[in-house]
DNA sequence: TAAAAATACTCCATAGGTATTTTAT
DNA sequence: ATAAAATACCTATGGAGTATTTTTA
């Protein structure tokens, strides 16, 4: 008879690739987790995994049933989280992953006004990359994502909540007027600065600049955002910076930001889960608080922020 | 702990909402039965059956939870199905659904060179009307259905096998020339004969007939296209006969068929399984044989039959 | 020889069965 | 009064732990 814990067990081995690992994983001895996979290979009729004393290695079928076991195994938290979290909304532990270019930006507004207004809720916030983000939740280790749209992949659903404009960055400018737009073509590839491989924003900023091919400094990517300002502060280059950063960003004069030519660049952010997950009243809850709170203004200094009429500070 | 045996008994409960029968059915005591639902609510938090003595209902809760544990169930039997069926091709059972217009036609030529290639196989033919073949598929208590396609559905992937034109069945007509070619319009929606609702064909033949609605004696569908040719031999009216039917239903020279003028109306008939369903090869050889035994002429006497050049049997 | 999985053996939690009681109509 | 679910109680299966052996690179 089949079984969840064999299929819980499994899918430790399947992630560890070694019995005593994935026996401590799941918190039983390893002759249990060995008993377990032997019953489910017995049930299956078929081998899983391949022992060898120094590698365990899954077998093709292995392989097919893993990724079976993994999708069954979230279905199961997800019916559990129903339970949990039926009736009140966003109660409990709820497991938020944010891209790095939203999370500092945004936590600050957004988690005073979260806890007020739910103050049972327990959030856990993860930050990574996009990438990273969509593969732990496909897994089950996360919730809800927030991050720009749209996503790729099936079984995900989504909920955009916000346009966040892109402004271009550069060292202070004085000659230059509050109302000028600059144009994409005038951006030179050799001074554009960009974060590293696999941060949307860079794909964002080299999809807006259509010319521009990586190359120059563009090919050396920063890790942070902050970094990158630093360098534009400091007369390295210019870069694209999100709206939604520019208050916190822009700390000083040394850095000017400019608006585009229409049609602006800008990116969507929202909100993606789970299609079978069964807290969409929650993400709905976590969309309006978070709109509620972008509609408050900026707790922070706000500087040189960009107000929507008073585009440049030179 | 979330157990399977839970959603097992669970789902059984959910179907016969009387615990006794639902013990019957998955082979256990009642009380046995009374513990495992207690324990799921328990772990869950929520009731799930409203216990009356009369009777026993599902909570709103309880449908969602049921719903789910259906899906994830069903995830297992094809993760078990897997394993059973890894390797070899079409050995052990497979249950086939096909609706009543294609099952007495095409089995009689298929069975016998199915079981020839795979003595294995172990067929279990069930007939019904589209959407409850689509149910039973969902379910999971089919494995693989055979009907006109399209079919509505996610998790729903078909493979399309052969056309089958319509021909317009008629009371012997001496008069016509093997060459006529009959016009929709012609069609009187008085003398037009129907199945009853719910029979694709019925649906298809009142979509190539645009004008006529259902009215006179398309209204009174009969149950059976045996039935309906012998209302056409007998001068009731007239009847799209798929071809694929015409050398069993036309047996005598009461009848005679024509073809209509281009664009001809035909279905496309074709096999459709569940998208998660493992047995895919089983049905990509299940496809291959059917085609296989088509292209062989028809064993059985293939009398007024419908070559493709000799379209007319008056 | 050493790391890792499989066996051996014991214990206990729990699923299940039978008999009985409770409950609401 | 009756049908149906819950409770009580006992049994036994099987999952888990510890200690040990086997395996092969």
New interface residues.
């Given amino acids: 008879?089949?079984?969840?814990?064999q299929l819980r067990y499994f899918d430790a081995l399947a992630h560890h690739l070694h019995f005593g690992r994935a026996a401590d994983a799941v918190s039983v001895s390893q002759p249990a987790l060995s008993m377990q996979i032997r019953e489910l290979e017995a049930?299956?009729?078929?081998a899983l995994v391949e022992r060898q004393p120094n590698a365990v290695r899954l077998t093709e079928?292995g392989r097919?049933?893993a990724r079976?076991?993994a999708?069954?195994l979230s279905?199961?938290r997800?019916?559990?989280d129903?339970?949990?979290h039926?009736?009140e909304v966003l109660t409990g532990s709820l497991r938020l992953g944010i891209i790095p270019s939203i999370a500092p930006y945004l936590l600050p507004r957004v988690l005073p006004a979260l806890t007020e207004a739910y103050p049972n809720v327990d959030l856990q916030v993860r930050e990574t990359l996009t990438q990273g983000l969509l593969s732990e939740l496909g897994q089950g280790n996360l919730d809800v994502i927030l991050a720009a749209l749209p996503l790729e992949g099936t079984d995900i659903e989504s909920r955009a909540l916000f346009d966040d404009r892109f402004l271009l960055a550069v060292r202070n400018r004085p000659d230059l007027d509050e109302r000028t737009r600059i144009a994409p073509s005038s951006i030179d590839g050799s001074t554009l600065l960009l974060l590293e491989e696999g941060h949307c924003l860079r794909d964002q900023a080299l999809n807006y600049c259509e010319g521009v091919r990586p190359e120059g400094r563009s090919t050396f990517g920063a890790t942070s955002l902050s970094t990158v300002m630093q360098m534009v502060a400091a007369g390295y280059g210019v870069t694209l910076l999100p709206e939604l950063c520019a208050s916190v960003e822009v700390r000083d004069d040394r850095v000017s930001l400019l608006r585009f030519t229409d049609p602006q660049p800008q990116r969507s952010v929202g909100l993606a889960w789970r299609r079978?997950s069964?807290r969409k009243r929650d993400f709905d809850a976590l969309g309006d608080c978070i709109l509620a709170a972008l509609d408050q203004p900026a707790p922070a200094p706000r500087q040189p922020g960009i107000a929507d009429d008073n585009i440049l500070t030179l």
């Fill in positions: 008879m089949l079984t969840l814990r049930t299956l009729g078929i079928q097919e049933i079976r076991a999708r069954i279905e199961t997800d019916l559990l129903y339970g949990r039926a009736g079978s069964p």
